[in-house]
């Protein structure tokens, strides 16, 4: 696992940033530079997607992705702020579940949590059948053709049909070798058992990001995460799909500043006085 950060910053709490299936810390770089040297920034690559660290073999939940790094943020010696999108976004969810000392806030876009659909609902089972069929797909991906369309349905499950066709041969290239990886992923989260309620005991200032034009399944996952956090916020962004926090930062970006600079100012803690009638 590798990451960066800015190393001259003026201070307070780190910002640990945790990036979706198929991508790297790299996806932040311009969060990164709209927080320049006011605070410490690190956008870790989640195991797998370093080029070093290898996934474990079997699924058993989020602790194989989560615990490299919270063995990264007890280096920092601090609690951090926890930004985290889709399966980043679950990744920071096992984090503040499981060590919530090394967490001072959350901003999640739409985090992936499949757990929490109902399986006993018809409507929640037809949201997962388009994944469990990628998962599917991508299980032979021995066969270069099953690891294409394997990919390109995850693709276009997340940003919209036609999505896949219109990236260039180099770039369905790069992300179809990461097919492995992003199977991995879907494994580790669908195994993933902590239940909803579970998510009261979250103690921290939380933001919960949702694009009003993101997969019916994404929004709903980020509902359920939301009406589970005590005094957590939903913010919708019209207009906006899954992939926002790469394709329109100038929109997201804002919003994770905003949030840490409330928590970093104790706003939280502020009310405004009673107002008696005349």
Not at 189 to 194: G, K, L
Not at 256 to 266: M, N
């Amino acid at each position: 696992m590798s990451y960066s950060s800015n190393l001259h910053h003026l201070g307070g709490a780190p910002i640990v940033a945790l990036h979706s299936s198929a991508s790297n810390g790299g996806q932040w770089s311009a969060l990164a530079a709209d927080i320049d040297d006011r605070q410490r920034f690190i956008a870790i690559d989640l195991p797998g997607y370093d080029g070093l660290s290898k996934r474990p073999c079997d699924a058993n939940g989020m602790a194989a992705i989560a615990d490299p790094v919270i063995e990264h943020i007890k280096k920092l010696k601090e609690p951090v702020h926890l930004v985290g999108h889709s399966f980043g976004g679950g990744v920071a969810l096992k984090i503040a579940l499981t060590s919530p000392e090394l967490v001072r806030s959350l901003t999640l876009y739409e985090p992936v949590a499949f757990q929490l659909m109902d399986p006993t609902s018809p409507a929640d089972r037809h949201l997962l059948a388009p994944l469990q069929s990628i998962a599917a797909q991508l299980e032979g991906f021995t066969d270069a053709s099953n690891g294409v369309s394997g990919m390109s349905a995850f693709i276009d499950f997340w940003n919209g049909q036609g999505s896949w066709q219109n990236l260039s041969a180099k770039q369905q290239g790069k992300i179809t070798a990461q097919g492995p990886v992003v199977l991995s992923d879907l494994n580790h989260s669908m195994s993933e058992n902590w239940a909803a309620d579970e998510l009261q005991a979250i103690d921290v200032p939380t933001q919960i990001i949702m694009g009003m034009e993101s997969p019916t399944l994404a929004q709903r996952m980020s509902t359920i995460v939301y009406e589970h956090i005590n005094h957590a916020e939903l913010v919708m962004l019209p207009g906006l799909g899954q992939m926002a926090p790469l394709f329109a930062p100038d929109w997201v970006n804002p919003r994770i500043r905003r949030h840490i600079a409330r928590t970093e100012r104790g706003i939280g803690n502020f009310s405004w006085p009673q107002r008696n009638a005349a």
